[in-house]
């Protein structure tokens, strides 16, 4: 299971994070700290399905064009 401690922000939607085969699910109001994954992730996709917004993330490569400069957005 991977280390996550929500940061609490507002946001309109209930969202669900997806890392490779997991599901991660948080009510609305909730968002992702990028320091608080035990690896480096990126999205991969972002689209709505039953009133959520589902954030599919993958893990980065850092030898391909995955990898995101400390400030880039889409970074965790």
Do not use: H
Not at 1 to 15: A, F, G, H, L, Q
């Amino acid at each position: 299971m991977y280390k996550i401690d929500p940061i609490v922000k507002e946001i309109s939607s209930e969202i669900v994070v997806c890392t490779g085969d997991q599901k991660l699910e948080y009510c609305s109001g909730i968002e992702l700290s990028k320091a608080q994954f035990d690896k480096r992730y990126v999205i991969d996709r972002i689209y709505a399905e039953n009133e959520r917004i589902i954030i599919d993330l993958k893990e980065a490569d850092i030898n391909s064009t995955d990898w995101c400069q400390d400030k880039d957005v889409g970074f965790f």
